[in-house]
T-cell receptor, first 113, second 113 residues
Framework: DSGVTQTPKHLITATGQRVTLRCSPR?????VYWYQQSLDQGLQFLIQ???????AKGNILERFSAQQFPDLHSELNLSSLELGDSALYFC????????????FGEGSWLTVV | AQSVTQLGSHVSVSEGALVLLRCNYS??????LFWYVQYPNQGLQLLLK??????LVKGINGFEAEFKKSETSFHLTKPSAHMSDAAEYFC???????????FGKGTKLSVKP
């Protein structure tokens, strides 16, 4: 158990819908990362927050957004969902920034039908 | 920009044989390098991490990796494969100030009895 908690574990939704994935980082970790894992794209970095502020952006679509709240939990919002958004979404956390070990949650399986 | 190349999407070894998973990186700054393992339907678990303290890094489950700057490589090895090592292995680089990881495409390891 990495200490990073993600909900829901599985989610099935229809195209055009919007979903929210939730993440609680390890106790004491200030940095939260979101990754998308799919068969064709592999593990793609989406976005990173540190102590409530956005710090780095990767291959995140404009239809996707995220935020980190004062209690440090984070949410990833996916809207206008398409079939191609079906993937495993990981949240990860670390104590600080550069060089820190990043711990991953079990992921949220999203299926868009 | 940073990138990681993992040579071989699938590697098959016999139980008791040497495991060698290859990883080459590209980074404009001194990198931090990581190997993660993903078992079926699970999240990513850290195997080991290079942070410039020592070029030979020992990790969990008998794995180790050697950082070779001249070859820009960070190959993962294990002297004797066990059936339980069957999983997907990801090499990742982090060199930016924010600490986010850039992953390779992964290598699926199969272990034959």
């Amino acid at each position: 158990d990495s200490g990073v908690t993600q909900t829901p574990k599985h989610l099935i939704t229809a195209t055009g819908q919007r979903v929210t994935l939730r993440c609680s980082p390890r106790s004491g970790d200030l940095s939260v990362y979101w990754y998308q894992q799919s068969l064709d794209q592999g593990l793609q970095f989406l976005i990173q927050y540190y102590n409530g502020e956005e710090r780095a952006k990767g291959n995140i679509l404009e239809r996707f957004s995220a935020q980190q709240f004062p209690d440090l939990h984070s949410e990833l919002n996916l809207s206008s969902l398409e079939l191609g958004d079906s993937a495993l979404y990981f949240c990860a956390s670390s104590r600080g920034l550069s060089g820190n070990t990043i711990y991953f949650g079990e992921g949220s399986w999203l299926t868009v039908v | 920009a940073q990138s990681v190349t993992q040579l071989g999407s699938h590697v098959s070894v016999s139980e008791g044989a040497l495991v060698l998973l290859r990883c080459n990186y590209s980074s404009s700054v001194p990198p931090y390098l990581f190997w993660y393992v993903q078992y079926p339907n699970q999240g990513l678990q850290l195997l080991l991490k290079y942070t410039s303290a020592a070029t030979l890094v020992k990790g969990i489950n008998g794995f180790e990796a050697e950082f070779k700057k001249s070859e820009t490589s960070f190959h993962l090895t294990k002297p004797s494969a066990h059936m339980s090592d069957a999983a997907e292995y990801f090499c990742a680089v982090s060199g930016g100030s924010q600490g986010n990881l850039i992953f390779g495409k992964g290598t699926k390891l199969s272990v034959k009895p």
